[in-house]
């Protein structure tokens, strides 16, 4: 199940930059495309606010 980001996203880019497949994208918060994410998790790791969450 692909993850999603959360409103608490402080939009410092580094689960952008965690992300094998490149599925995540600048806005006003980050967002993830959940049709090409993977579900690896490495940008749930990556957030130092804790704002990626599984779906």
């Keep these: 199940m692909p993850r999603k980001i959360t ?3 402080i939009a410092c880019g580094s689960c952008a930059a965690s992300c094998p497949v490149e599925c995540i994208k600048e806005g006003d918060i980050y967002v993830i495309d959940a049709d ?3 579900d690896c998790g ?7 606010v804790g704002a ?3 779906e």
Excluded: F, L
Aim: glycine share 6%.
């Design 42 to 48: 490495a940008c749930e790791g990556s957030c130092p």
């Design 36 to 38: 090409a994410c993977i």
């Design 7 to 9: 409103d608490s996203c």
């Design 52 to 54: 990626i969450v599984e």
